[in-house]
């Protein structure tokens, strides 16, 4: 009965979206095609485009308006990640040793050394990734997801556990780091997340800013706690 | 291109009906990583680089290891679907 | 063929979504449910990018010496999605936490049962 409800529910949504968008054209093709896009109007990404290298001597744009332009939604998402860590260790703090009455078995010597000797190579690639944000494609949350991924591999391979402790201190440090430089902002310019580093030239490493150190300190928060999370919910922790 | 770009989309939409079809629920989590993966190339195809690296090392790698974690300390198999 | 070459990323993203709310409203397994949801983040996150989408655009970085901003494709509704997928993939660990639990108080993960054994 459910099941046909919504089935039949899905085919009328359908329906009525096929025949509603049947000749409009929408999205910035639409905008291109039936009248162009104006200038510096209302069309925010035209005007990102035109400015963005010589406000922010970022070369990569996307970076520019994750950071700069719109650094206070970054600071938001920043803290709704940390909420959602906070409370899956908070949940899962009580039922975190009743599963350990099979002893796993260890893993062969190969993937033992294997994966010893990629752990610093992909920390190492996380790192570039993180630090070039501003240059190449990349960024904090990209870097940030490679290292918790390196994290992963140590789990999965060398049957480590992973240090709960200096990983929750690192994640909070970061995201201290990302506020307190909002604040020297402020405290130097009159505004929040003011882009106050000289900006240098463009496609050097040492550029745009404050949005390398920026991208830098978001990299180790989430890096650090997408590795937590992946510890928690695995139940292999050591303090 | 056109044709490739079909091609990428009718594949995330057969995986995503899989994933949904699926009784075995690891089939079901590596289904879903599949979707992640081809929209990670339709982005990059899309002139989205940084949502296209983005979407490939959380969507189609963490989310799956979360998942493989929370399905090994939980249940295996979907249960059948009685009459409701 | 124009029909086409307009309308199938719009189109694959819809059927995405319509999958993914199939999904979350007959199963009742709850990890079920929750693939629902991630397949329902991952469609409206490429309705995002392919609204942003331009025909005859380029990637939106400056690389080399010359790259004209005029013909760039439009990078807010990436810094948008970029934030949507981190935030998609917090949202999924605390649900799966939330399962967890479940699990171990009621010994079972099928919504129907654990409904019922509310009273």
């Known amino acids: 009965m459910r099941k046909l409800i919504s089935v039949t529910l899905l085919l009328v949504i359908v329906m009525i979206a096929v025949f509603s968008v049947s000749h409009a054209m929408f999205g910035a093709e639409g905008a291109r095609r039936t009248g162009g896009l104006r200038e510096d109007g209302v069309n925010f990404g035209r005007r990102y485009n035109n400015r963005a290298l010589d406000e922010t001597g970022a070369a990569n744009v996307v970076a520019a308006v994750v950071v700069s332009y719109r650094g206070f939604d970054t600071l938001g998402e920043v803290t709704v990640l940390f909420v959602a860590a906070l409370g899956l260790g908070a949940l899962l703090y009580g039922a975190r040793r009743e599963k350990n009455a099979k002893e796993r078995e260890p893993a062969s010597l190969i993937v033992f050394t294997g994966c010893r000797f990629l752990f610093p190579l992909v920390l190492l690639f996380g790192a570039y990734v993180l630090a070039h944000g501003h240059v190449t494609p990349g960024g904090g949350f990209q870097g940030g997801a490679i290292v918790a991924s390196g994290f992963v591999l140590v789990y999965l391979g060398c049957r480590g556990t992973l240090p709960a402790g200096r990983l929750a201190a690192a994640e909070s440090l970061s995201g201290l780091a990302f506020v307190v430089i909002g604040f020297i902002g402020l405290a130097v310019g009159g505004s929040f997340l003011l882009n106050f580093l000289p900006r240098g030239t463009p496609l050097a490493l040492f550029s745009a800013g404050v949005i390398p150190v920026i991208y830098v300190a978001i990299g180790l928060k989430v890096g650090s706690e997408l590795g937590g999370i992946i510890g928690n919910l695995a139940g292999e922790v050591s303090e | 291109m056109i044709v490739f770009q079909l091609f990428l989309v009718l594949v995330m939409v057969v995986a995503a009906v899989a994933a949904a079809a699926f009784k075995d629920l690891m089939n079901a989590v590596i289904a879903c990583a599949l979707v992640s993966l081809m929209a990670s190339i339709i982005f990059y195809l899309l002139h989205a680089p940084d949502v296209a690296m983005a979407e490939a090392s959380i969507g189609a790698g963490l989310t799956t290891a979360i998942f493989i974690f929370a399905i090994n300390r939980t249940v295996r198999q979907e249960e059948n679907e009685e009459a409701d | ?119």
Not at chain 3, 5 to 16: P, T
Not at chain 3, 24 to 32: A, E, G
Not at chain 3, 40 to 57: C, P
Not at chain 3, 98 to 118: F, N, S
């Open chain 3, 1 to 119: 063929m124009s029909f086409l070459e307009d309308y199938v990323h719009y189109g694959g993203c819809f059927a995405l979504i319509m999958v993914g709310l199939y999904v979350v409203l007959v199963k009742s397994n709850l990890i079920k449910v929750i693939i629902g949801i991630n397949l329902i983040d991952t469609g409206i996150n490429l309705f995002l990018i392919s609204a942003g989408y331009i025909r005859t655009g380029t990637a939106p970085i400056f690389s080399g010496a010359a790259q004209e901003p005029g013909k760039m494709v439009d990078p807010v509704p990436q810094a948008l999605v970029l934030t949507a997928i981190v935030i998609g993939v917090s949202v999924l660990a605390l649900a799966l936490s939330l399962a967890i639990r479940l699990h171990g108080h009621y010994d079972t993960l099928d919504l129907r049962k654990i409904k019922e054994l509310r009273w």
